[in-house]
């Protein structure tokens, strides 16, 4: 199988169903149901099972197409957002998948599209190969609420990912309002870690709690002096209010204690961003923490100002299951 990391994956996966993202429309998924091929999960064989349709597979497939034309599948985000990449996972389609496939987006403000509905190409038609990722960069400028995944003619996809930034009209917010500023669904976005052995940085912004171990973050044991951070950039400048650490599911792996630093950054890279990090204030001292449990910090915070990133530090290692960053958006 053909794999090879993209740097869009740092962002939110638009397409995810956890965020409520769900097929409303698709022209044939008579093998395997259409919404299959947005869940969060790898996609798995199931060696030898078969249903009334045919072998079980893990994500979207059509039938063998005996007429003009090709299958698609309309999505409807469960949050709009500005598209940065795509990657289109054929894993464990061999002698099924499409030859090709394309995708377009438009922005609907209410309800879902209709016949009058604008499309715009994203993705012009890709080729595609069997049991492989396929990644492609995509350069949107405005926020989608529904995508159109068209596969050329037919055949098997197992996950479709449309990684982006959720779009959200800052100017409407209240001044007085506290929101989780760090929440994906917010724009917050991991940036940079130390390690990512066991879960990836990505999931201490996802919406609600932990399902498991899997959904947060979590390092190999540290075996070396040091300890390990990870790099959050915030979804709008603001002040920090109070801090959520969750712990959940981790037990017996869970960070002996905790620290915060902040800044607001002016200039600079994502790339760069590690480098920045070692002079940032200290937002939250270094607090204890316990297995399986929200802690929660208000008094302890430092009056730092507006801030636009943080650097999460754990002691010496561990898993994290969320990081919430409640506070006010800097005008």
């Given at each position: 199988?053909?794999?090879?990391?993209?740097?869009?994956?740092?962002?939110?996966?638009?397409?995810?169903?956890?965020?409520?993202?769900?097929?409303?429309?698709?022209?044939?998924?008579?093998?395997?149901?259409?919404?299959?091929?947005?869940?969060?999960?790898?996609?798995?064989?199931?060696?030898?099972?078969?249903?009334?349709?045919?072998?079980?597979?893990?994500?979207?497939?059509?039938?063998?197409?005996?007429?003009?034309?090709?299958?698609?599948?309309?999505?409807?985000l469960?949050?709009?957002g500005?598209?940065?990449?795509?990657?289109?996972?054929?894993?464990?389609?061999?002698?099924?998948?499409?030859?090709?496939?394309?995708?377009?987006?438009?922005?609907?403000?209410?309800g879902?599209?209709?016949?009058?509905?604008?499309?715009?190409?994203?993705?012009?038609?890709?080729?595609?190969?069997?049991?492989?990722?396929?990644?492609h960069?995509?350069?949107?400028?405005?926020?989608?609420?529904?995508?159109?995944?068209?596969?050329?003619?037919?055949?098997?996809?197992?996950?479709?990912?449309?990684?982006?930034?959720?779009?959200?009209?800052?100017?409407?917010?209240?001044?007085?309002?506290?929101?989780d500023?760090?929440?994906?669904?917010?724009?917050?976005?991991?940036l940079?870690?130390?390690?990512?052995?066991?879960?990836?940085?990505?999931?201490?912004?996802?919406?609600?709690?932990?399902?498991?171990?899997?959904?947060?973050w979590?390092?190999?044991?540290?075996?070396?002096?040091?300890?390990?951070?990870?790099?959050?950039?915030?979804?709008?400048?603001?002040?920090?209010?109070?801090?959520?650490?969750?712990?959940?599911?981790?037990?017996?792996?869970?960070?002996?204690?905790?620290?915060?630093?902040?800044a607001?950054?002016?200039?600079?890279?994502?790339?760069?961003?590690?480098?920045?990090?070692?002079?940032?204030?200290?937002?939250?001292?270094?607090?204890?923490?316990?297995?399986?449990?929200?802690?929660?910090?208000?008094?302890?915070?430092?009056?730092?100002?507006?801030?636009?990133?943080?650097?999460?530090?754990?002691?010496?290692?561990?898993?994290?299951?969320?990081l919430?960053?409640?506070?006010?958006?800097?005008?």
């Amino acid at each position: 199988m053909k794999t090879c990391a993209a740097p869009f994956e740092k962002y939110l996966n638009l397409a995810d169903a956890r965020l409520g993202s769900r097929v409303i429309e698709v022209s044939d998924d008579w093998f395997a149901a259409a919404d299959r091929m947005l869940q969060p999960g790898e996609p798995v064989w199931k060696e030898g099972v078969f249903d009334d349709n045919g072998k079980w597979m893990d994500g979207w497939e059509s039938r063998r197409k005996r007429f003009e034309g090709y299958d698609h599948a309309v999505i409807r985000l469960g949050v709009p957002g500005v598209l940065k990449g795509v990657d289109i996972d054929t894993r464990h389609f061999t002698g099924n998948y499409p030859p090709s496939a394309s995708l377009e987006a438009c922005f609907v403000a209410a309800g879902d599209p209709d016949q009058e509905t604008q499309w715009t190409e994203v993705l012009p038609a890709v080729e595609l190969c069997g049991d492989s990722h396929h990644y492609h960069a995509l350069d949107c400028a405005q926020p989608f609420t529904h995508l159109r995944f068209n596969i050329y003619p037919d055949g098997g996809v197992a996950r479709l990912r449309v990684h982006g930034i959720p779009y959200r009209d800052w100017s409407a917010q209240g001044g007085e309002e506290a929101i989780d500023l760090a929440a994906a669904l917010n724009g917050g976005r991991a940036l940079a870690c130390s390690d990512e052995h066991f879960g990836r940085m990505g999931n201490l912004l996802n919406p609600g709690r932990g399902v498991n171990m899997g959904d947060g973050w979590e390092t190999a044991r540290r075996r070396t002096p040091g300890n390990d951070w990870v790099i959050v950039a915030l979804g709008h400048p603001g002040e920090i209010e109070r801090i959520v650490v969750d712990t959940l599911h981790f037990k017996g792996n869970y960070p002996d204690s905790c620290s915060i630093q902040g800044a607001f950054v002016k200039g600079g890279t994502d790339a760069q961003i590690e480098t920045q990090s070692l002079f940032w204030r200290e937002l939250l001292p270094s607090q204890k923490l316990s297995m399986h449990q929200e802690h929660e910090f208000a008094e302890q915070i430092a009056a730092l100002g507006p801030i636009t990133h943080v650097r999460l530090n754990i002691f010496p290692d561990g898993g994290v299951s969320r990081l919430r960053l409640f506070g006010k958006v800097a005008k």
